[in-house]
Nanobody
Framework: QVQLVESGGGLVQAGGSLTISCAASGSIWSVNDMAWYRQAPGQQRELVAVMHGDASTMYVDFVLGRFTISRGYAQNTVDLQMNSLKPEDTAVYYC???????????????WGQGTQVTVSS
């Protein structure tokens, strides 16, 4: 079974920086797209950034120029570096990956448990 474990969330002052990480474990054969989502209280989960299987990236407008998605130095990991944080960035941040295992070579969606990022004003 594939598991995604996130880390790095916490409390930061407005204008500060924080990097959160996600590591996938299991009998992983292939990872295609990876992404970060976030969900604020009372809001729907929204896409933040995508790392495609071809290494191209995509950012939504509200984080463009401030956030950077990247593969970690270890395989099957993805990071989100967040700079110039704003109070409106406060949310639970979720990691998502399309993963195929050696037991089933088809790709399925997997989600992390979420990590809280709180930006004080």
């Amino acid at each position: 079974q594939v598991q995604l474990v996130e880390s790095g969330g916490g409390l930061v002052q407005a204008g500060g920086s924080l990097t959160i990480s996600c590591a996938a474990s299991g009998s992983i054969w292939s990872v295609n797209d990876m992404a970060w989502y976030r969900q604020a209280p009372g809001q729907q989960r929204e896409l933040v950034a995508v790392m495609h299987g071809d290494a191209s990236t995509m950012y939504v407008d509200f984080v463009l120029g401030r956030f950077t998605i990247s593969r970690g130095y270890a395989q099957n990991t993805v990071d989100l570096q967040m700079n110039s944080l704003k109070p409106e960035d406060t949310a639970v941040y979720y990691c998502w990956m399309e993963v195929a295992t050696y037991s089933d070579y088809r790709h399925y969606d997997y989600w992390g448990q979420g990590t809280q990022v709180t930006v004080s004003s």
